[in-house]
């Protein structure tokens, strides 16, 4: 989009990080690591060229320090609060999303409302130290899933790093360029979309009505804000199992036998008044 407006240099960045990390992946030892070593190869190229390309500290500073205690302006929940639900709905849906994509690797079955739990209380004490809104990321879960990440743990050292970086190396991450990380982000992407084509293929084959709920929620996606591409998302996936509800809906009589017991049998064409 837009191409008239794209940048000559910003472009070149993000297209030599893809190529990295396609060679990097070529070579299977460093397959695991290949988005770290095309991060760190790229930005080190683009600081020795001197490349005129937005950086992470143009955006905003990094300091050397954990945040501080920060109290809530209860004065301003009222204007906050429309903004803060579409917010929780993006955050919940990507975090509801994540499980069926990437499952656990010992076959485990997820737990959405733990995930939930989870989310709310982190984002309550988060917000308390002035951090941003946080969810299931899928571009985190993609990037771990192909370092090799197997448990839990993942999470865990994902917190733990940043704040490591953060205290001893934080203007070394106001050095990363933008770019870069444009470039990794279309590469986890299509990496979770190819890793999908076998279940859009299954949906455009079976259900009509799925494969078109499918199609409007990837173009409202593209052309409309996330929040409310989530919320038809949503509106879509509940009137998809209402209809898969009534479908599956069947009538039957139950008479009680002599024995107690209850037999099934079918529908009479007139229902008698209930004395």
Known sequence: MHIGDWQLAATMTALV????WFLVRLVRRLEPVAVLVALLVVSVGVAVLATQVELARD???????LPSFTAPDLSAVGALLPGAFAVALVGLAQAAS??????????????VN???????????????????????????????????????????????????????????????????????IIV???????????DIRLVLRTSPLSAAAMVVTFLATTQLP????IVIGAVLSLLLYCVQAARQGDLHTLTETADGRWQVGDVPAKIAPAP
């Not at 994509?101 to 076959?107: A, E, F, Q, R, S």
């Open 226 to 229: 996330l929040q409310q591409a």
């Open 188 to 198: 986890i992407r299509c990496e979770l979309i190819v890793s999908r084509i076998p």
């Open 98 to 111: 994540i499980g069926p994509t990437v499952p656990n690797p010992d076959g485990s079955k997820s737990s």
């Open 17 to 20: 990080t893809v190529a990295v």
């Open 114 to 184: 733990g995930d939930f739990v989870a989310q709310g209380l982190g984002n309550i004490g988060g917000g308390l130290f002035g951090a941003l809104p946080t969810g299931g990321s899928m571009s985190r879960t993609g990037v771990a899933v192909s370092a090799g990440a197997r448990t839990r743990w993942t999470g865990i050292f994902a917190g733990l790093w940043p704040a490591l970086l953060v205290l001893t190396r934080g203007s070394l991450d106001e050095r990363i360029p933008m770019p870069v990380i444009g470039g990794l």
């Open 59 to 65: 955006i905003g500073r990094i300091p050397a320090a």
